[in-house]
């Protein structure tokens, strides 16, 4: 006689009798150990983390479905006051890294980029480690050719110091270094090749010298390349990250102790420039990258750290909102 072969719970059905089953044995404790009014906020709280584990739910959560029609006048106020800020001498962009909702003002007007040109080449360097066509441990010579001033800390140092490239790295993100930038362009074929390799994942850098052009838009592009290749989990690009945390001039835009990965640049000639691009690590990260001719001065600092400050208070609020609006729909 054949056996008769068990049939298996679909995983739906599975969950739906996990469900009850706490249903139960919670109500049941309730029941004897509880209030009335505690029965019922325990209830709340299972359906509500029910749906919250929904495909439904998630997949509303990474959606763009939330619309600025659905934003509340408060969520709305902080949007409209962070675009206030913002007059002839400075342009942003706000870029939600879950599902893509962006806003900002002059978003794609290139400037001087200054010293953010060196995330997109320290970047494509560690690609090419990845991909065993760079050796990170090679040793590079400070040449007399090399010798820059502004920012960094090679210049201290004498003609004729060693260097490996992963320090070369470390020390164009941490400390914006010039000599570093330039020794590591010539290493892996110059901005010819930044710029290609970029082009490839459909960005668009001009180069008028080794530092080349910026918008923010451009600028949240590098960021989401970055947040994209952390999320890979690779040595390298935890590395290029953990740098950026740390990166000089980190009070510019890190607010209270919400974590940030940025590079800044900056430039005092033709009336001065002073730029940032940041990944800002909440528990729903977003980009966050603005331009501007304001120069390196106290009020600049003070005018970033209050653009970064309503965008926290937009992405939490934002957030807030769309979950409640996810938790609505049928």
Request: glycine share 8%.
């Amino acid at each position: 006689m054949a056996k008769r072969r068990k049939r298996k719970l679909k995983t739906g059905v599975k969950v739906f009798f996990v469900f009850i089953l706490v249903l139960l044995i919670g109500g049941g404790y309730y029941l004897f150990y509880g209030s009335g009014v505690e029965l019922d906020k325990y209830y709340d709280e299972i359906a509500a983390n029910f749906k919250n584990n929904s495909n439904e739910y998630k997949k509303c959560l990474a959606s763009s479905d939330f619309t600025e029609d659905y934003f509340s006048e408060k969520l709305g106020n902080i949007r409209d006051e962070m675009i206030g800020m913002f007059e002839s001498d400075a342009n942003f962009e706000y870029e939600d890294l879950d599902n893509g909702y962006s806003f900002g003002k002059g978003e794609n007007y290139s400037s001087y980029a200054a010293s953010v040109s060196k995330l997109p080449a320290v970047f494509y360097a560690y690609h090419l480690a990845d991909e065993g066509n760079l050796d990170l441990n090679k040793e590079l010579t400070y040449t007399a050719n090399y010798k820059a001033g502004g920012s960094g800390v090679i210049q201290k140092d004498p003609i004729g110091s060693k260097y490996k490239i992963s320090d070369l790295l470390y020390k164009a993100i941490r400390y914006s270094d010039n000599i570093a930038y330039f020794m590591i362009l010539d290493e892996i074929g110059g901005t010819a090749t930044v710029r290609n390799y970029w082009k490839d994942l459909g960005y668009t850098i001009t180069y008028t010298d080794r530092f080349g052009n910026l918008s923010p838009s451009l600028g949240n592009g590098y960021i989401k390349e970055v947040y994209k290749y952390y999320l890979d989990g690779s040595d390298n690009a935890k590395k290029l990250v953990e740098d950026m945390k740390i990166s000089d001039n980190l009070d510019f835009v890190k607010v209270d102790d919400t974590p940030v990965a940025h590079k800044y640049g900056e430039y005092t000639e033709g009336g001065g420039y002073y730029n940032d691009v940041s990944l800002v690590f909440t528990s729903h990260p977003f980009a966050l990258s603005i331009t501007s001719t304001k120069g390196l001065s106290n009020s600049t600092k003070e005018f970033f750290l209050k653009v970064h400050e309503l965008a926290l208070d937009f992405n939490n609020l934002y957030y807030e909102e769309k979950v409640n609006y996810c938790l609505g729909k049928d």
